[in-house]
């Protein structure tokens, strides 16, 4: 047994629960699966307002190797640490004087050539956590040592009096992360034909289904009755999304797969202009134990081209639209130095974190640490994931640094305008 591999079971199965949480939601009649807070107003739209600025939150869960997808080529640890799996620097893209792209990242370039993508290394939580839950909590919550469960993104889309349930969406998952936990309104939800009330279909010409809907829940109090007028609304807002074009803008092309739908359903509510100022995108499993391979075969590269391919697709797809969003990855913590007996890397600590899109200062930012070949060796922690987001919402979304992330000091990065 690996390293992990509890941690790892207990993961799938908790993923497993809350797939049928949601499949419970959508059985009792609201496909929304979850809607935090906010008062029911029957509406026309009037409710949103047009968001100048979207932040994209994409989690890469599982832990990504940082160091295969941007490859520290001129540590010399790097080499002899992963003898079989390290990536030739020969192969490597967009290198400088010590980094380079992994090669199936070359979707990306037309972006990186543009000055549109950056890479924060050796990024991460302040200490090391090893447990994919504890970490991503942690990671997602983004506030140490308090009891209120609030997450960062909550507490981001809280920072005016504005509140609406399509203020932050999460697509393709229909449980929201706990980056959204909290007393703002938020909505999660699978897909956009998912965003609707079941049973108000083309049989329900009266409009019956949403009327009894609403006569059912406006008198309930508490979480319960809020929750489900803040559902109804959500659903009654979001019809510009739904009257968009499935089909990609501009000969963009997804990969297909849950990144690719869930990227092409993000680009379609931004589209849509209902007032989606957070998405958030969840990809995995990046919890290579065994099989990460080499560019030959193995998981890595197949989901760097995927990765990759899902991100050209996006910023293809929003065409000048692209200039008010901005993407980063988040991951709960990264890889060990040395690779395993499997072909793989057991977890670790610091990892790469990628920045996409508007205000993007492009290139390598981060300070690097250096590698040591041992077998229980990190790459060690030099920027704090929360300065990182913080620059993103501070410089992007108008926040203050000390609402979002309380406590906290962040240092300048670099990474954002």
């Not at 209902?274 to 193995?298: F, K, N, P, Q």
């Not at 990190?378 to 704090?384: R, S």
């Amino acid at each position: 047994m690996t390293e992990g591999s509890h941690d790892c079971a207990e993961y799938a199965g908790l993923s497993r629960r809350g797939l049928i949480r949601g499949a419970l939601a959508v059985g009792a009649g609201l496909s929304v699966a979850t809607a935090y807070g906010g008062a029911f107003v029957e509406t026309s739209y009037a409710a949103t307002r047009s968001a100048p600025a979207v932040l994209v939150v994409l989690s890469l869960r599982g832990a990504v190797d940082g160091m295969s997808l941007v490859v520290p080529h001129a540590d010399p640890a790097y080499y002899t640490a992963r003898p079989r799996i390290a990536v030739p620097a020969a192969s490597l893209l967009a290198k400088d004087s010590f980094f380079g792209l992994h090669p199936n990242l070359a979707p990306l370039l037309p972006l990186w050539n543009a000055g549109k993508v950056a890479v924060v290394h050796a990024a991460g939580l302040p200490a090391p956590n090893r447990s994919h839950f504890a970490a991503i909590e942690e990671v997602e919550d983004a506030d140490p040592g308090s009891a209120a469960r609030i997450g960062w993104l909550n507490r981001l889309i809280g920072r005016d009096a504005y509140a609406h349930p399509l203020q932050a969406v999460q697509l393709g998952e229909s449980v929201p992360p706990v980056s959204l936990a909290g007393p703002q309104p938020s909505v999660a939800v699978e897909s956009i034909a998912d965003m609707r009330l079941s049973g108000a279909d083309k049989w329900d010409t009266a409009g019956r289904r949403p009327r009894s809907m609403r006569t059912m829940w406006s008198g309930v109090g508490g979480p319960l009755g809020a929750g489900a007028r803040s559902a109804m609304q959500a659903v009654a807002d979001f019809g510009p999304v739904r009257a968009t074009s499935a089909t990609p803008a501009n000969g963009a092309h997804y990969p297909d797969g849950d990144l690719g739908r869930a990227l092409s359903a993000a680009a379609r509510t931004i589209r849509g202009d209902v007032g989606a100022e957070v998405i958030t995108v969840d990809h995995g499993s990046w919890d290579h134990h065994s099989g990460l391979g080499t560019l030959e075969w193995g998981e890595m590269q197949r989901m760097a081209t995927e990765l990759a391919s899902a991100l050209a697709a996006f910023f293809t797809d929003l065409g000048p639209l692209g200039e008010k969003v901005t993407l980063v990855t988040v991951s709960e913590f990264g890889r060990r130095t040395k690779e395993n007996a499997n072909y793989g890397l057991d977890h670790g600590f610091g990892t790469a974190m990628l920045l996409l899109g508007a205000g993007v200062r492009g290139g390598y930012h981060g300070r690097w640490p250096g590698l040591v070949d041992d077998a229980n060796a990190d790459l060690t922690v030099t920027t704090d994931y929360r300065s990182v987001l913080a620059e993103v919402a501070v410089r992007r979304m108008g926040a203050s640094a000390a609402q979002v992330f309380p406590g906290f000091q962040p240092e300048a990065v670099g990474a954002i305008v």
